[in-house]
């Protein structure tokens, strides 16, 4: 059987416990989401400007 103060110690390291997983999951929770988006390479070039600045054009 356990002491009282052995319980008691058991209790506040379970307090002690409890407190540092809800800071932690409250810092992971502020934090900004740290994915990296990268550019896919696409199977076909991208439309120069010049080209997409002479459509613009036409439909003004």
Known sequence: MLSTRERRA???KLIQ???I???LHLI???S???IIQTKT???MQETPPSIVSLLLRSFQ
Do not use: Q, V
């Open 41 to 43: 390479a696409s199977p």
């Open 10 to 12: 058991m209790l506040e």
């Open 28 to 30: 992971a929770g502020l």
């Open 17 to 19: 416990a409890a407190i």
């Open 32 to 34: 900004p989401n740290t």
């Open 21 to 23: 997983t809800f800071l």
